[in-house]
Structure formats: C-alpha cells, structure tokens
C-alpha cells in the first residue's frame, strides 16, 4: 500500500497540471475572442498548451493501466453504465 502513496501523489499533482492546463486554454481563447490576443499570438500559443494537456493525459494514462486502483472511479463511466441498466430494464 505504501508503493501506492507516490502514485496517488503524483496522480493528483498531474490532475491538477491538467485542471490548469485546461484553464490557461480557456483564458487563451478568451483573451483571441475578446480581441485581446491575435490570432498569431494564439497559434504560437496554443500548440504548447495542447502538446502539454497530451502528454498529462498520456502519463495518467499510463499510470492508471499499470495502477488503476490509483484513480477514482469515472463518472462518466458510471453514468454510461447506469445509463445501460435503465435502457435494459424498458
């Protein structure tokens, strides 16, 4: 259980890279439709916020395959899985 700790650890700090990667995109798009940012400045910007969203998503990926009891369950995975059981029973 011990191994585990600097897993959760690390899971949570990539959650939380990926919460503000998320973020910063969104202000980025703002500021482009607001008129603050050009669209230059947009395309130059952006790819390095999509290459590091990438690769956030592809090391939780990789944790949660080699560690899935690391992640919490996803509720989208529960909805759709919920979502089958009221189909099935009509």
Do not use: W
């Amino acid at each position: 259980m011990r191994s585990t700790d600097p897993t959760r650890k690390r899971v949570q700090c990539l959650e939380r890279e990926l919460t503000q990667t998320g973020k910063a995109i969104e202000r980025l798009l703002a500021a482009y439709q607001e008129g603050l940012l050009g669209i230059e400045q947009l395309r130059e910007r952006m790819p390095m916020l999509r290459q590091r969203e990438r690769s956030i998503r592809t090391e939780l990926q990789a944790i949660a395959d080699q560690t899935p009891s690391c992640f919490d369950p996803v509720p989208s995975v529960e909805i759709s899985a919920q979502n089958k059981t009221n189909h099935s029973s009509n």
